[in-house]
């Protein structure tokens, strides 16, 4: 049983996340400077004050505090199982599969997953909070491509660059928050194995995928 402590504290912390989300669907409808406050406290149901209290530093705050989640859920839900796994392929089969599902499970009702588009959109961040969220993303671009060395190693990968490949395979499986639709024809797992099948089939070798799905 919760105590009130713990209550209050999860209370609070599925009101920040109600905040950041309706926050990076206004930012990417709108764009970082045309998206108030006044607009995020509207489409979270709160007063402005009351957002101020979550994010005493403003808007800039704000938008950094949004990209801070969006990395959060993926050192969470992708980076942390990955290094568990020793097996460089099924590490990387891992890794694309909760990436792509944690873009398609945090999807708005009109399909896109605004958290994991304002990560990329770095325009409004101050130097210090954007050289922040730089240091986080390489840590994972670097997960990627010392994945890829290793099945190189192992002569799995094709006779691919490893960097090009890591920033390849990334930009693949990002573009899904953009055009996914929950309601479209496939689908959210059905998505997850057709992108897991493009990006495995253009970075292993045959041999390589053979009895493993």
């Not at 995020?40 to 949004?66: N, S």
């Not at 097996?87 to 599902?101: F, G, P, Q, S, W």
Request: proline share 3%.
């Amino acid at each position: 049983m919760q105590t009130l402590r713990e209550t209050f504290e999860s209370v609070e912390s599925e009101r920040l996340a109600q905040i950041y989300r309706a926050a990076a669907e206004l930012f990417c409808e709108k764009g970082f400077d045309g998206t108030s406050m006044s607009a995020v406290a509207e489409a979270v149901g709160v007063t402005k004050a009351a957002i101020y209290h979550f994010v005493p530093g403003g808007k800039a705050e704000l938008l950094f505090a949004v990209m801070s989640y969006g990395m959060d859920r993926l050192e969470d839900y992708v980076i942390t199982p990955a290094r568990g796994i020793v097996d460089a392929e099924t590490r990387l089969r891992t890794i694309i599969r909760n990436h792509v599902r944690i873009i398609t499970s945090g999807a708005s009702p009109n399909g896109h997953n605004p958290v994991t588009i304002v990560v990329e959109e770095v325009g409004g961040l101050s130097k210090e909070h954007r050289r922040t969220v730089d240091k986080r993303k390489r840590v994972y671009v670097d997960l990627i491509r010392d994945t890829l060395i290793q099945l190189n190693a192992e002569n799995k990968l094709r006779p691919v660059d490893e960097t090009v490949a890591a920033f390849s395979m990334l930009g693949t499986i990002l573009w899904v928050a953009r055009w996914y639709e929950p309601n479209g024809r496939l689908t959210a797992e059905q998505i997850n194995d057709e992108i897991s099948k493009l990006i495995l089939g253009s970075l292993l070798r045959p041999q390589a995928r053979l009895g493993k799905r």
